[in-house]
């Protein structure tokens, strides 16, 4: 997709809300959404002056698992800072982060095609939010102000420069939000604002060791916008490079209608945040006990659990990763396979049907099919009325006089009439048209109310027909 003889430096800046019950430094709740404005709101999280923050153990928890999962080393002891600028979605005038002592460092992710290094993963608090709009009340020139985000815990992850493609950024925001789900962190919804990626991108000629001077994407409210965002910054920086220009360190936004990135401000200083520690909060110091409690918690992760699912039952690598893509589905997929069912059959139902039913009536239902007892359709039937009625597929199977008929007698003499009633399609078949036969397997299973063994109606019908 890049142009030859240029390579891109991606880096990643992304920004989670923790899914706790409170908000960081206060008791608010932490789920705003749906909330009237300004209406999930306190003194500590409005910024009045005189008030004190007490930090939220869960988030400082969450941090931890997803620093463990990323492969990060964990420092004894860590500190809250201050980082000071003025904005109006900030009430106190600083937003409490962490500086040189995050919670964790010095981690790495794999993303399937690449391994990206984690270089931290710090806690802070959300900011409030603004919307720039004119309703019936307020003309476009008003910016509102909306507080019930303000002091909801938030995860940042910075990554190294390690990634070179949009579709290597794609991988790592998907891999990152598997994880954090897997973790329990956060739902990490890219739309609801859970899952905030900004990637920094710069190119070069190939060869070259010196980095570009890079750009910051922000707005990026889907996978697909992130995927496009970095693909047009890759081909906007090397178009300006190639022509003689030079590429502005700024901040530059995406629109999803035009589908272009545009400059939002200029970045030609490092602003001066003038950090200091934190003096209302106390160091966080973590205990080794507490850590290795945190460990045991975390379930097996993605990547690992894939493997053992490959090694222990000899699935595809396509279907290993279908299953191990949400947790859920995963711990489904092992407890149809416990209940006693054939680990391929219950991918392929667990995969395909995604049912509602319980593990053991899925097994069940596998083993009915496998012993020829109902057919595809059948089954479908009897796992719609297993999860809904909650009752034993055995049973329904009785109940709905389900079973297929694979009886040779009791099918043969439906396959009789078939062939008496279609002259044409046995014409056909006897003059070389070999599909004429799935015409024919097609009305035995309707004369059949559907209870047919299409296999075994397929066999009888072949033998009549003397091939
Ligand atoms: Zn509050």
Redesign the pocket.
């Known amino acids: 997709m890049i142009s030859d003889g240029w390579e891109a430096v991606i880096g990643m800046e992304v920004h989670v809300q923790l899914s706790t019950r ?2 960081m ?4 709740a932490a789920d705003y959404l749906g909330a009237a404005p300004n209406s ?7 910024g009045m002056p005189g008030v004190l923050p007490v930090a939220n153990r869960v988030a400082v928890e969450k941090v931890l698992k997803t620093a463990l999962a990323l492969n990060c080393s964990i420092p004894e002891k860590s500190k809250f800072d201050r980082k000071n600028y003025f904005y109006p979605d900030l009430p106190k005038g600083y937003q409490i982060s962490q500086y040189d002592l995050p919670l964790s460092r010095d981690g790495w992710l794999d993303t399937g095609g690449a391994r990206v290094r984690i270089t931290r993963a710090h806690l802070e608090e959300d900011t409030g939010s603004l919307k720039h709009a004119g309703d019936a009340l307020h003309t476009a020139q008003e910016s509102l102000v909306d507080l019930n985000r ?2 909801v815990p938030l995860m940042e992850i910075v990554s190294e420069p390690d990634i070179r493609s949009a579709e290597e950024a794609r991988d790592y925001a998907l891999a990152l939000r598997q994880l954090l789900r897997y973790v329990g962190a956060s739902e990490a919804d890219m739309e609801k604002g859970q899952l905030r990626v900004e990637p920094n991108i710069s190119v070069r000629r190939r060869g070259d060791d010196k980095l570009g001077v890079k750009t910051e994407l922000k707005n990026l409210n889907s996978f697909r916008a992130l995927y496009r965002g970095v693909e047009f910054e890759i081909r906007r920086q090397v178009e300006v490079l190639s022509g003689g220009g030079e590429v502005a360190q700024e901040t530059r936004g995406w629109s999803e209608p035009e589908q272009r990135t545009f400059s939002q401000r200029s970045k030609e200083y490092a602003q001066d945040y003038r950090y200091f520690p934190e003096p209302d909060l106390p160091p966080i110091i973590i205990d080794p006990g507490w850590l290795d409690g945190l460990r045991d918690e975390l379930p097996e992760l993605p990547g690992p659990r894939r493997l053992r699912l490959l090694r222990e039952h000899g699935l595809s690598e396509q279907d290993a990763r279908e299953l191990t893509a949400e947790k859920a589905t995963a711990d489904y997929f092992e407890a149809v396979v416990a209940a006693g069912a054939e680990a391929k059959p219950a991918a392929n139902w667990v995969i395909q049907e995604a049912p509602a039913a319980r593990p053991e009536h899925l097994a069940a239902v596998i083993r009915l099919v496998a012993a020829g007892s109902i057919n595809r359709d059948q089954a479908r039937e009897v796992l719609g009325a297993a999860a809904s009625t909650g009752a034993d597929p055995d049973q329904i199977v009785r109940d709905r006089g389900l079973a297929q008929i694979s009886d040779e007698a009791e099918l043969g003499a439906i396959v009789d009439r078939v062939l008496l009633e279609n002259p044409g399609a046995v014409a056909d078949y006897r003059a070389g048209k070999q599909q004429a036969i799935q015409a024919l397997v097609g009305k035995v299973i309707g004369a059949s109310q559907r209870r047919a063994n299409a296999q075994v109606a397929r066999r009888l019908l072949e033998e009549r027909l003397g091939t």
Not at 25 to 28: G, H, Q, R, T
Not at 40 to 46: E, G, Q, R, T
């Open positions: 409170s908000k430094f206060c008791s608010c999930n709101v306190c003194p500590v999280c409005m303000s002091g």
